[in-house]
C-alpha cells in the first residue's frame, strides 16, 4: 500500500514536470499580450504578473524564446516606471509624506529591476528622480518645523545625486533655523557651520551652471553675516562684528551696507580714519538717495569730528539731514560743530 502511495506521488510529480515544459511559443506570446494590455489599461500590478509569466515560459523554451525574453526584459522596467509614475501622480493630488514615500520607494524599486534587466531607458531618468522627491520631502518637512527628519531627508538626496545645488541651499536653511535658538530670524551658533553649505551650495552651482542659486546663496551668506555682524557691533563685541563683516564681503564686495556697518563699528572702536575709508567706500556703493545716504554721511561726520576736521564733518552732517538722522546731524551741527550753516 505504501509503495502505490509513493508511485502515485511520482507520477503526478511527473506529469505537473510535463505540463510546465509542455508550455509553449503561443503561451509566452499570450503572456506577453496580456501584459501589454494591462500596462495600457494602467493596472501596471497585473501587467508586471504577466510580463513574469510569459519571461518564465519564454526562458523554459531556450532559443525558440529569445525573442520574446528580449521584449519582456524591455517591457518589465517599463511597467515598474509607469507604475511608479502613476504612485507620483497620487502625490501630487494628495500632496501627503505618505503618498511621497511611496513614490521613492516605486523609484527605487524601478532602479533595482532596472539594474536586475540592464536596462538603460527608463532607470537613469528614475535614478534622478529619486533626489528630486527627496529634496521635495525634505522641503516639506521643514515647512512643517521637523527640522531634524528634513535634514535626514536631505542628506540622502545629497547622497544620491552630490552635484545636487538647490540641495545643498536648502540644507544652509536647517542649518540656520536649527541654530537660531531665539527665533529671531538670526542665527545664532554654528555660523561656520552654515556657511559651509552656502559655500558648497555655490561651488556646486557655479559647476553646474545654475547661476540662480549660486547668487541666491551669495546673497543669503551675506545677508546673515550682515545681520550677525550688526547685532554683534550693538552689543559692543566690535573685534568680532569687525571680523563677521569683512567676512560678509567675500560675498559682496560692493555691499554697502555691510560698509556702512563696519564704518559705524570703527567709529565705536575709534578707529575713525578706517571709519572714514569704510564710510566713503559705502557712499560709493551706495545706489539709494539721500534718506538712504544719510546714516552713512553721519557716521562719516563723526569720524571727521573726532579727527578735527570741522568743515568736512560739517559738510558730511548737511547731507545727513533726512529721515531719522535729521535731529542728531541738526544737533552736531549747531552745538557740537557750530557749522556756519544748517539750511536745509
Same mark, same amino acid.
Given at each position: 500500500?505504501?509503495?502505490?502511495?509513493?508511485?502515485?506521488?511520482?507520477?503526478?510529480?511527473?506529469?505537473?514536470?510535463?505540463?510546465?515544459?509542455?508550455?509553449?511559443? #503561443?503561451?509566452?506570446?499570450?503572456?506577453?499580450?496580456?501584459?501589454?494590455?494591462?500596462? /495600457?489599461? !494602467?493596472?501596471?500590478?497585473?501587467?508586471?504578473?504577466?510580463?513574469?509569466?510569459?519571461?518564465?515560459?519564454?526562458?523554459?523554451?531556450?532559443?525558440? !524564446? *529569445? =525573442?520574446?525574453?528580449?521584449?519582456?526584459?524591455?517591457?518589465?522596467?517599463?511597467? %515598474?516606471?509607469?507604475?511608479?509614475?502613476?504612485?507620483?501622480?497620487? @502625490?501630487?493630488?494628495?500632496?501627503?509624506? *505618505?503618498?511621497?514615500?511611496? $513614490?521613492?520607494?516605486?523609484?527605487? *524599486?524601478?532602479?533595482?529591476? !532596472?539594474?536586475? @534587466? +540592464?536596462?538603460?531607458?527608463?532607470?537613469?531618468?528614475?535614478?534622478?528622480?529619486?533626489?528630486?522627491?527627496? @529634496?521635495? /520631502?525634505?522641503?516639506?518637512? @521643514?515647512?512643517?518645523?521637523?527640522?531634524?527628519?528634513?535634514?535626514?531627508?536631505?542628506? /540622502?538626496?545629497?547622497?544620491?545625486?552630490?552635484?545636487?545645488?538647490?540641495?545643498? %541651499?536648502?540644507?544652509?536653511?536647517?542649518?540656520?533655523?536649527? +541654530?537660531? $535658538?531665539?527665533? =529671531?530670524?538670526?542665527?545664532?551658533?554654528?555660523?561656520?557651520?552654515?556657511? /559651509?553649505?552656502?559655500?558648497?551650495?555655490? $561651488?556646486?552651482?557655479?559647476?553646474?551652471?545654475?547661476?540662480?542659486?549660486?547668487?541666491?546663496?551669495?546673497?543669503?551668506?551675506? =545677508?546673515?553675516?550682515?545681520?550677525?555682524?550688526?547685532?554683534?557691533?550693538?552689543?559692543?563685541?566690535?573685534?568680532?562684528?569687525?571680523?563677521?563683516?569683512?567676512?560678509?564681503?567675500?560675498?559682496?564686495?560692493?555691499?554697502?551696507?555691510?560698509?556702512?556697518?563696519?564704518?559705524?563699528?570703527?567709529?565705536?572702536?575709534?578707529?575713525?580714519?578706517?571709519?572714514?575709508?569704510?564710510?566713503?567706500?559705502?557712499?560709493?556703493?551706495?545706489?539709494?538717495?539721500?534718506?538712504?545716504?544719510?546714516?552713512?554721511?553721519? *557716521?562719516?561726520?563723526?569720524?571727521?569730528? #573726532?579727527?578735527?576736521?570741522?568743515?568736512?564733518?560739517?559738510?558730511?552732517?548737511?547731507?545727513?539731514?533726512?529721515?531719522?538722522?535729521?535731529?542728531?546731524?541738526?544737533?552736531?551741527?549747531?552745538?557740537?560743530?557750530?557749522?556756519?550753516?544748517?539750511?536745509?
Amino acid at each position: 500500500m505504501k509503495v502505490f502511495k509513493r508511485s502515485s506521488i511520482a507520477i503526478v510529480l511527473v506529469l505537473m514536470a510535463t505540463t510546465v515544459f509542455a508550455q509553449t511559443k #503561443t503561451d509566452a506570446v499570450k503572456a506577453y499580450n496580456a501584459g501589454y494590455e494591462e500596462a /495600457k489599461s !494602467g493596472n501596471f500590478e497585473a501587467a508586471i504578473a504577466s510580463y513574469t509569466q510569459a519571461l518564465t515560459i519564454a526562458r523554459q523554451l531556450g532559443p525558440e !524564446g *529569445e =525573442d520574446i525574453v528580449g521584449r519582456v526584459e524591455q517591457q518589465i522596467p517599463a511597467a %515598474y516606471f509607469n507604475k511608479a509614475r502613476a504612485q507620483y501622480q497620487a @502625490y501630487q493630488k494628495s500632496k501627503s509624506l *505618505e503618498d511621497l514615500d511611496a $513614490t521613492i520607494s516605486a523609484f527605487r *524599486e524601478v532602479v533595482q529591476v !532596472g539594474e536586475e @534587466y +540592464n536596462d538603460t531607458r527608463v532607470t537613469p531618468i528614475a535614478e534622478r528622480n529619486i533626489p528630486v522627491l527627496l @529634496y521635495q /520631502k525634505s522641503v516639506t518637512l @521643514y515647512s512643517n518645523n521637523e527640522l531634524e527628519k528634513s535634514a535626514q531627508a536631505i542628506d /540622502k538626496a545629497l547622497n544620491e545625486n552630490s552635484n545636487y545645488a538647490v540641495a545643498y %541651499y536648502h540644507k544652509a536653511k536647517i542649518i540656520k533655523k536649527q +541654530n537660531d $535658538t531665539d527665533d =529671531d530670524g538670526i542665527i545664532d551658533q554654528n555660523v561656520d557651520e552654515l556657511l /559651509k553649505w552656502y559655500d558648497q551650495a555655490i $561651488t556646486t552651482a557655479e559647476a553646474t551652471d545654475n547661476t540662480d542659486i549660486a547668487e541666491k546663496a551669495r546673497e543669503a551668506a551675506h =545677508d546673515e553675516l550682515l545681520a550677525v555682524g550688526t547685532r554683534q557691533s550693538e552689543s559692543g563685541d566690535i573685534q568680532t562684528a569687525v571680523e563677521t563683516l569683512n567676512t560678509a564681503l567675500k560675498y559682496d564686495d560692493e555691499s554697502a551696507d555691510v560698509y556702512y556697518r563696519l564704518a559705524e563699528a570703527s567709529n565705536k572702536a575709534g578707529n575713525y580714519e578706517k571709519a572714514v575709508e569704510f564710510a566713503t567706500t559705502a557712499l560709493d556703493h551706495e545706489s539709494g538717495g539721500k534718506t538712504d545716504k544719510a546714516k552713512i554721511y553721519f *557716521e562719516l561726520g563723526y569720524a571727521h569730528q #573726532t579727527l578735527g576736521n570741522k568743515s568736512v564733518a560739517c559738510d558730511a552732517f548737511s547731507n545727513a539731514l533726512f529721515g531719522s538722522f535729521k535731529s542728531p546731524a541738526q544737533h552736531k551741527m549747531e552745538y557740537e560743530l557750530k557749522c556756519d550753516s544748517t539750511a536745509r
